[in-house]
């Protein structure tokens, strides 16, 4: 059984940051690129940061704006994405999704897997 477990989530004042963490287990984490998406209640989920399974390439949505960065432990089946400089057009809900030996995609429905989600609300 396939799981991806977000956590880290949770409210921040405007200018802060957080780390959040998603924990894989079932799958050979090594072998999947990953990725965050976000989404706020009424829209599409809205790419944020993706990085391969095999060369480390990085990827980043633009509402990033160079603040966010994406990362991967393999032994410990755990990708990270650190938010820095946050502001309340960040509060949303964080998802992490993983897919199998592809470049990542922008594209929701390119994963194979997703999580449940932490929630990230940014006060002003």
């Known amino acids: 059984q396939v799981q991806l477990v977000e956590s880290g989530g949770g409210l921040v004042q405007a200018g802060g940051s957080l780390r959040l963490s998603c924990q894989a287990s079932?799958?050979?984490?090594?072998?999947?690129?990953m990725a965050w998406f976000r989404q706020v209640p009424g829209e599409e989920r809205e790419f944020i940061a993706a990085?391969?399974?095999?060369?480390?390439?990085?990827y980043y949505g633009a509402s990033t704006g160079g603040r966010f960065t994406i990362s991967r432990d393999n032994d410990k089946n755990t990708v990270y994405l650190q938010m820095n400089t946050l502001t309340a057009e960040d509060t949303a809900v964080y998802s992490c999704?993983?897919?199998?030996?592809?470049?990542?995609?922008?594209?929701?429905?390119?994963?194979?897997?997703w999580g449940q989600g932490t929630q990230v609300t940014v006060s002003s």
């Open positions: 079932g799958i050979t984490f090594s072998n999947y690129a």
């Open positions: 990085l391969t399974w095999n060369d480390g390439t990085s």
């Open positions: 999704a993983a897919v199998y030996r592809q470049v990542p995609r922008t594209t929701p429905t390119t994963y194979d897997y």
